[in-house]
């Protein structure tokens, strides 16, 4: 018995339905590397920092897997990547100037919505696509260990970190639904 995700009447097939999870996947994990860019624009050094640059180098890692995939089975990118562009340089920096603490209040409120985000996919895919899948509960645990990581350099002591975090999980879940389906 192969266990089929259920579909109701207007959702999109199997072909369109993963088609707008690399979209939306390969725009995310761009905006993750601009977040980074920006933050680490403005916190050059110091401990914080390197745990950045680490996290950095692992969602290069994840942007790269997605543009290959995007080339492999001609998926077209959102047509707001120059709008995630900027707009995640911008975020990453503006949480790093109120301090590191912010900028990782700003990496756990981020990664919190993708790991909801990857496990839906995930579960969507049951057991189409395994490839992908196991692609995107890879990537999952990363952001979870990213998420972890920056609780460890004291996410929650952020000033404000509940706003800071509602506003940064708001942006999130409607970057991902305009990047779905734009």
């Known amino acids: 018995m192969t266990n089929k995700p259920h579909r109701l009447p207007g959702d999109p097939d199997r072909a369109a339905m993963i088609e707008r999870m ?6 995310g994990e761009h905006g ?20 950045i640059r680490h996290m950095a180098a692992q969602e290069k890692r994840h942007l790269d897997a997605f543009d290959k995939l995007m080339l492999e089975r001609r998926v077209r990118p959102t047509a707001l990547s ?15 100037l ?22 839906a996919q995930a579960d969507a895919l049951g057991d189409d696509d395994p490839a992908l899948k196991a692609t995107i509960n890879e990537f999952r645990d990363d952001e979870m260990s990213h998420g972890a990581t920056a609780l460890d350099y004291g996410a929650k002591e952020a000033p404000l970190y509940d ?9 999130s879940r409607l970057a991902i639904w305009l990047s779905t389906r734009i």
């Open 82 to 96: 120059p709008l995630w562009d900027v707009a995640g340089f911008a975020l990453g920096a503006a949480s790093a």
């Open 163 to 171: 706003a800071l975090s509602a506003v940064v999980k708001t942006g």
């Open 98 to 119: 109120l301090g590191p603490k912010a900028a990782m209040a700003c990496t756990v409120a981020v990664e919190e919505v993708i790991e909801e985000h990857y496990r």
């Open 22 to 27: 690399i979209r939306v996947d390969h725009a």
């Open 32 to 51: 993750a590397v601009r977040i980074y860019d920006g933050q680490l624009a403005v916190l050059k050094h110091g401990p914080a920092a390197r745990a």
